[in-house]
């Protein structure tokens, strides 16, 4: 037999409760590599949760008072069967079976197909359960009983995190623990390298990566820094294009800080995509950039995204949308900035450099409504299956270029406007069924405004602590 993989015994790190990693049981690896396409596996694509579900869903828990309980699977991986057939060479230490050549019965950590077979033996399992799968995210689910739902739960590989009612949710995991072992956790403190703090009598929930943010600066031997991530007055497009670029580990610090940036803190999202534009061939003046968004970080790391119990708006969406027509950059395309707040902080931002040159500051601020409407169009469609008891309203849309404002409530079509692309206009049949209603407001309360460029101080902190309801 000429096709089989090679094995070899390694150790499983896991994190413990404060975040840590710590050794456990050794468990078989196979080589990948070793594997043929369409031969020893087929089809890789396996799920992910998006986090901006997992805020939403956090965001549910706090306006509901609900229980956040969180599980571990054991050996997840080992736990599927396999599709094809796979032959492995067993390593030393097997005793008289060592180097010996046998067929996997079931999946094993290495394998290239392991991660999509664990997702589909996982929803067989909470399928059997009666949980029912979200169309829009493949990794949300929910059971229902007595025409509403009891517990919504988001999967992330191998953990799980279920919302309701303490006593459903330890029930869900004993079931789940007789088709694979699963461990019960408790209460939700560490999920997916953040930490979630729970104040019960004042109706908080607070997301944070403090620790990781205060590790991630005394790599760098970074102490403290400025008030703001990124200046007004910084130039990052200014410099000698002759400049050495040294061996700066500039892409590992900007991949950290997108980490938290999409993670728990839209105050630097701006700062880290001006920055990442020039991971190819990073000069001083941009490594000196990033270390400043780093100080800022550590400045800030105890801030997070705090949810609020009994806010004006409660579970409903407010959406706002913001663009900075013809940027600093030198290819002269706009920014899209765009957040969507529920549950008296924000669930979803994003700050994006625009696929296409506009050109003028309505079409710029009309592409930034089109960008954050998708994203509300998913978050509608979670939200509806998390919550399908509770009708949902119009979603008020907040732009502050009457312009755009205009363009996307009436068919117009004049030389200014023409040459705009149909993929934007889809928002003008949304706000004709009352779905969305787009409504201007004025520049100082365009809460999406610090995601498009650099502000002021007093700006910049007036947004930041709106939007991720820091006090």
């Known amino acids: 037999m000429d096709n089989f993989i090679n094995a070899k015994w390694v150790f499983d790190w896991k994190a413990d409760e404060y975040g840590w990693p710590t050794k456990t049981k050794s468990r078989l690896v196979a080589r990948g590599d070793q594997q043929r396409v369409n031969i020893d596996f087929g089809e890789l694509f396996a799920p992910t949760v998006a986090v901006s579900s ?11 008072d609900l229980d956040l309980c969180h599980f571990d699977i054991e050996q997840a991986f080992v736990q599927s069967d396999l599709e094809e057939n796979v032959y492995m060479r067993l390593p030393e230490g097997c005793g008289k079976l ?7 019965n079931k999946s094993l950590y290495g394998l290239k197909q392991a991660s999509r077979q664990w997702h589909a033996h996982l929803t067989r399992c ?8 979200c169309l829009a995210d493949a990794c949300v689910f929910r059971l229902m009983e007595g025409g509403s739902v009891v517990m919504t739960i988001v999967v992330h590989v191998d953990d799980i995190f279920a919302v309701g009612e303490k006593a459903r949710c330890d029930q869900f995991g004993r079931d789940l623990n007789e088709m694979v072992p699963v461990k019960n956790l408790g209460e939700l403190r560490w999920y997916s390298g953040c930490f979630y703090e729970r104040d019960w009598e004042k109706g908080t929930l607070t ?3 403090q620790t990781f943010a205060e590790q991630l600066a005394d790599e760098y031997r970074i102490e403290y820094g400025r008030s703001v991530p990124l200046s007004v007055g910084a130039r990052l497009a200014e410099f000698d294009k002759n400049e050495v670029s040294e061996d700066w580990p500039f892409r590992e610090l900007v991949g950290s800080l997108m980490w938290l940036s999409t993670q728990t803190r839209p105050d630097i999202s701006n700062a880290v995509r001006a920055v990442a534009r020039y991971c190819a061939a990073p000069k001083y003046v941009h490594w000196k950039a990033a270390l400043s968004i780093l100080g800022y970080v550590r400045r800030t790391s105890s801030f997070g995204i705090t949810f609020q119990r009994g806010t004006v708006g409660g579970l409903s969406m407010q959406v706002f949308a913001d663009a900075d027509y013809a940027s600093k950059a030198t290819d002269r395309r706009s920014v899209s900035g765009g957040l969507v707040i529920c549950g008296g902080a924000c669930v979803s931002w994003f700050s994006r450099t625009q696929k296409c040159v506009t050109l003028s500051t309505t079409e710029a601020e009309y592409v930034a409504l089109a960008d954050v409407i998708k994203e509300v169009l998913f978050l509608r469609q979670v939200w509806r299956f998390m919550l399908p008891e509770a009708g949902m309203p119009c979603i008020p849309v907040f732009e502050d270029n009457e312009g755009a404002v205009q363009l996307a409530q009436n068919p117009i079509t004049n030389s200014n406007s ?13 706000a004709a069924r009352k779905e969305i209603s787009i409504t201007h407001v004025s520049s100082p309360f365009q809460h999406a405004d610090f995601l498009t460029k650099a502000i002021p101080r007093e700006s910049f902190e007036f947004h930041r602590n709106l939007t991720m309801n820091l006090g």
Not at 126 to 133: C, K, R, V
Not at 418 to 430: A, G, M, Q, S
């Open 207 to 209: 997301i944070s990566q």
């Open 54 to 64: 997992v805020r939403l869903l956090t965001a549910m828990a706090c306006e509901l």
């Open 98 to 104: 060592s180097g010996k050549i046998v067929r996997l």
């Open 126 to 133: 909470l399928l059997t359960l009666g949980f029912m799968q």
């Open 418 to 430: 023409k040459h705009i692309d149909v993929r934007h206009h889809f928002l003008r049949e949304l």
